[in-house]
């Protein structure tokens, strides 16, 4: 059986306990992991007065897959965001985020996967004083950043059957950035030969929260990426549940769409599973399929029970028992 290599970073906040969940789940399915475990963030601030110690880069470098649990950004202190500094550093172009009810057994099922663009739009972050009360910020669009992106959002409906792919913009009014991201996915629509639908930014919120079963796969710009993908969490039952992956041509980094939730930490109350499909993606990642729909299923089956829930699915359950009931029923088959 093939052995890999983990970065582990387990993060500030509510990070070391649904990090040490999911390790615990992955473990149960079999697969060899030897987990690397190195920190930045807050506590490693406050210890060594450094946000990222070099470690956690040649960690990183040398095996390329990270499990990160979320990172506290301190205020004013030289980085505007660890998340958005790790992104850059390794140009983790592609920001994938499915968004699924599956487990629920009512209604029009909701099952999407967001591609957002990771290191373009406002997220350049250059902003200009002009005078006092007066600023300006540069959204960046490229070729080459949009094509990699539409690529990666492309080769993925090809792979999983999907017949549209749909893209968010709002080109009618950002004629140049967001007009060049869309006739970017106009021609990679051709290449690939999958079908284009493309929705004004502002009518794409209203859809979907009135129909969002109509969507499968979505492409969009660094910043409405992000604010889709919080849109949809909201739609299925809420950060708890959604997982990401950052994805670049060398390096792959795993990890919750949730922050460090700095009011529930320590208290054994954080919901594991956004972390934890985060890990089933690292699993499919690396090539182990079965592993990770073993912990994708089990995980409907729990929330599909519904017997055991932590206090953001409206429970009273912890952390630990979210965990012991996915590994419970992982050994069902
Ligand atoms: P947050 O996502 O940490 O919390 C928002 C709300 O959701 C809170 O009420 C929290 O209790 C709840 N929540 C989040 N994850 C949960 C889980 N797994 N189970 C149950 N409830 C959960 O967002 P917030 O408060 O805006 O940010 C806190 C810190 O996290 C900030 O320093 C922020 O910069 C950082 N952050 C880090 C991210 C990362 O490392 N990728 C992403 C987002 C924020």
């Known amino acids: 059986m093939r052995k890999y290599n983990v970065t582990l970073i387990p993060g500030d906040g509510i990070g070391p306990e649904v990090t040490k969940a999911a390790v615990e789940i992955v473990n149960a399915t ?38 990160k649990g979320p990172i506290t950004t301190p205020i004013g202190k030289g980085f505007r965001s660890i998340n958005v500094a790790l992104r850059k550093k390794y140009d983790l172009y592609a920001n994938i985020r499915p968004i699924s009810n599956l487990w629920k057994n009512d209604g029009k099922p909701i099952n999407m996967v967001i591609f957002r663009e990771n290191t373009e739009g406002l997220y350049i972050g250059i902003e200009h004083e002009i005078t006092k009360d007066h600023f300006v910020s540069i959204k960046k669009t490229t070729r080459e950043g949009s094509e990699r992106i539409l690529d990666k959002a492309f080769e993925y409906a090809k792979n999983n059957a999907k017949e549209k792919v749909t893209l968010a913009h709002k080109a009618n009014i950002l004629k140049m950035t967001d007009g060049l991201f869309l006739e970017v996915g106009r021609e990679t629509s051709k290449k690939y030969q999958i079908p284009l639908e493309e929705v004004i930014i502002d009518n794409m919120c209203m859809q979907m929260v009135m129909n969002p079963s109509q969507f499968d796969l979505i492409v969009t710009m660094n910043l409405y990426g992000d604010i889709l993908s919080d849109l949809g969490a909201g739609l299925v039952g809420g950060l708890g549940l959604i997982p990401s992956a950052n994805i670049g041509d060398e390096i792959a980094m795993f990890e919750a769409v949730h922050g460090s939730a700095p009011d529930i930490a320590g208290k054994n109350l954080a919901n594991p599973i956004a972390i934890t499909l985060s890990a089933a993606m690292m699993l499919r990642h690396l090539g182990e399929t079965k592993a990770a729909e073993s912990i994708e299923a089990s995980i409907n089956r729990v929330l599909l029970k519904g017997e055991i829930r932590t206090k953001d699915l409206g429970g009273n359950n912890t952390t630990i028992d979210m965990k012991d009931a996915i590994i419970k029923e992982m050994k069902v088959k």
């Open 30 to 67: 079999g697969i060899e992991i030897i987990w690397e475990i190195v920190n930045a963030g807050q506590d490693v601030f406050d210890e060594k007065g450094i946000l990222i110690p070099d470690e956690v880069y040649e960690s990183i470098e040398k095996n390329k897959v990270v499990l």
